[in-house]
């Protein structure tokens, strides 16, 4: 089973794809491709991000508070089947730390979530991060969200596989009619030569690494993908999605309205 847990300190570096040639050599001495990475190719990432009306969550977000925490619907194909695994994630930011707490789900168990309000029956941490998932909508009400897609390489540390680096690219905003469809306009939150690194570690920073990084003078920066998304593309109204027709008084408190 896929992990359910993520505690680590993430680190943003804002390249260019030169910049990025120039490091995979000397990464790859101490770094192998995730499974993902077919033929050590990038794979597709779509990530759906939930607010509210007024945009609350994104709103803290874009304030860079020393708390903040948002949901988001993961997927690694569009179009996805009903019975497609998707994940379905608390993600929060205290200080400079990450913790990511998710759910498997199928897609129609995702769906059902998130338009009607059915609670998927899980059982152990599944259960209890459902658990914190439900008390999240409470708070923030799902009512509209956007899809996000880029394209991710990755690699896993050979010594230390809590380290973690990652390069993205072809970011970009889709208005869509429903959720994870592949309808829509794409809107590029990036210049198509921009790379999005990260540098994800539970620990320290190898010393070799920090010597790489010197040495091609790259430095640590900020991109935040809905960030930008919400403060590039504001004339971009984000996705409402359509629920399934229900009678009002049955309507749960987490549909989308």
């Not at 230390?160 to 869509?176: E, H």
């Not at 309808?183 to 540098?199: C, F, P, Q, S």
């Amino acid at each position: 089973m896929a992990i359910q847990t993520f505690k680590r300190v993430e680190s943003k570096y804002v390249i260019t794809k030169n910049q990025m040639a120039q490091l995979m050599p000397e990464l790859l001495e101490h770094m192998v491709f995730d499974k993902y990475c077919i033929g050590e190719k990038d794979y597709p990432i779509y990530s759906l991000y939930f607010d509210t009306n007024n945009d609350d969550v994104v709103r803290r977000s874009v304030s860079k508070p020393y708390y903040k925490e948002k949901l988001r619907l993961r997927s690694y194909r569009l179009d996805p089947s009903p019975e497609d695994t998707v994940f379905l994630e608390i993600k929060k930011k205290i200080g400079g730390v990450v913790s990511k707490r998710r759910v498997t789900l199928t897609y129609k168990q995702a769906v059902d979530f998130i338009k009607k309000g059915v609670v998927p029956q899980l059982s152990g941490v599944q259960k209890q991060i459902m658990n914190e998932i439900c008390y999240y909508t409470k708070i923030h009400p799902i009512e509209k969200a956007t899809l996000i897609h880029y394209d991710r390489v990755a690699l896993f540390g050979k010594d230390n596989k809590d380290l973690r680096i990652t390069f993205d690219k072809n970011l970009t905003k889709t208005n869509c009619t429903d959720i994870l469809s592949g309808a829509g306009h794409e809107k590029y939150l990036a210049d198509r030569n921009t790379r999005v690194m990260e540098i994800k570690i539970s620990g320290a920073s190898p010393l070799w690494l920090s010597k790489l990084l010197s040495k091609n003078c790259i430095y640590k920066g900020s991109f935040s993908k809905i960030g930008t998304s919400f403060t590039k593309e504001k004339s971009i109204k984000a996705v409402r999605l359509q629920p399934e027709i229900l009678q009002p008084e049955n309507k749960p408190a987490a549909v989308l309205g």
